[in-house]
């Protein structure tokens, strides 16, 4: 049973940082893409920030130059540095992978960033 479990989320003003944290079970976690995705009230989901298996990352042009994505293969983790947060960043954001070419999500962890 795959499993993605967040944590991180909260509440900063804007120009600060957060961590989140994405702890993934019930599959071959190195072997599989992992990242995170967001929604803001309103809009529809989107891709953040995507680390695949072989290490190769994609990021929204939003957020490009401001986040840093990882993943642990060891601890089976995937983590997102969120730097330079803007109003804008304020979401729910969904932990993500992509094992067995079908889309599984965490219940999501809420990033807000005040003004």
């Known amino acids: 049973q795959v499993q993605l479990v967040e944590s991180g989320g909260g509440l900063v003003q804007a120009g600060g940082s957060l961590g989140l944290s994405c702890a993934a079970s019930g599959f071959s976690f190195r072997s599989w893409s992992i990242g995170w995705y967001r929604q803001a009230p309103g809009k529809q989901r989107e891709l953040v920030a995507l680390?695949?298996?072989?290490?190769?990352?994609t990021y929204a042009g939003s957020v490009k130059g401001r986040f840093v994505i990882s993943r642990d293969n060891a601890k089976n983790t995937v983590n997102l540095q969120m730097n330079s947060l803007k109003p804008e960043d304020t979401a729910v954001y969904y932990c993500?992978?992509?094992?067995?070419?079908?889309?599984?999500w965490g219940q999501g962890t809420q990033v807000t960033v005040s003004s």
């Open positions: 993500f992978t992509d094992f067995g070419f079908r889309n599984y």
């Open positions: 680390i695949t298996s072989a290490g190769s990352i």
